[in-house]
């Protein structure tokens, strides 16, 4: 029986890598597919990875009918078993849904790939609707990681080098982008990404790794011998 499943990630977490993995194990036992992708950092009608892999994809716009994508390649009498969805965070919802009807009435499998939430936290209308319908949701196991060392669970979107927290939802940017004007991209921990703590930030803020997120006042402190010392008190 065919299912629909959302594998949710981070930016850095290999979901196109697993995209690209999952349809050659598919390919590879005589399944044929179509694979999707949509404002892939490669290029239109494509579907790449941050290890130099890709793949040419079909291009979905506002307009992609799913469901029509399938009648249309098996009324030509073309197999279809399985689609590829990869950035499924930018389809809109009722191009999700079209998707689970494909899985439902077609018997076509779905796995579909995207990141959850946006830059300011909040769910992207296609992963909203993923998570509602999926038949599995499945969070990479492969965990990207803050500038701090820690888990990394939130997007953080920079312009010339600031972490934003306004504007609109999608702009295409990347991970690498250092030049100013430029929109870029970073994964942070929840911890630095409330207190919009970038790698960039917390190097012109201290030199430690982690700076404390209170000031400390020195006061001397008695000590047994009588000595002089001194201990910080928040």
């Not at 597919?33 to 290029?43: K, M, T």
């Not at 939430?117 to 038949?135: K, N, V, Y």
């Not at 888990?151 to 920079?158: E, F």
Request: hydrophobic share 40%; glycine share 8%.
């Amino acid at each position: 029986m065919a299912t629909l499943t959302y594998f949710a990630g981070t930016m850095d977490s290999g979901k196109s890598t697993l995209a690209l993995q999952l349809n050659h194990n598919h390919a590879q036992s005589g399944r044929r597919g179509v694979i999707f992708s949509r404002n892939d950092r490669a290029g239109e009608g494509m579907l790449s990875s941050r290890l130099g892999l890709r793949i040419d994809a079909v291009e979905v716009t506002d307009a992609t009918d799913f469901w029509q994508e399938v009648i249309q390649r098996r009324t030509r009498g073309g197999v279809v078993d399985y689609l590829i969805c990869d950035e499924a965070q930018f389809y809109s919802a009722e191009q999700v849904e079209a998707l689970a009807r494909v899985v439902d009435e077609l018997d076509v499998d779905v796995f579909a790939f995207g990141i959850s939430t946006d830059f300011r936290t909040r769910l992207f209308p296609g992963s909203a609707r993923l998570i509602e319908l999926a038949d599995r949701v499945e969070v990479l196991q492969v965990q990207a990681l803050c500038w701090c060392g820690r888990r990394a669970t939130h997007n953080a979107r920079t312009v010339d080098g600031v972490m934003v927290t306004e504007g609109a939802q999608v702009v295409v940017g990347d991970t690498d982008a250092q030049e100013r004007g430029v929109v870029g991209y970073e994964v942070l921990c929840r911890r630095h990404h409330m207190r919009r703590m970038t790698a960039s930030a917390a190097r012109a803020v201290s030199p430690s790794p982690d700076p404390l997120p209170l000031d400390l006042e020195v006061c001397p402190v008695p000590q047994p011998n009588g000595g002089p010392g001194y201990s910080g008190r928040s």
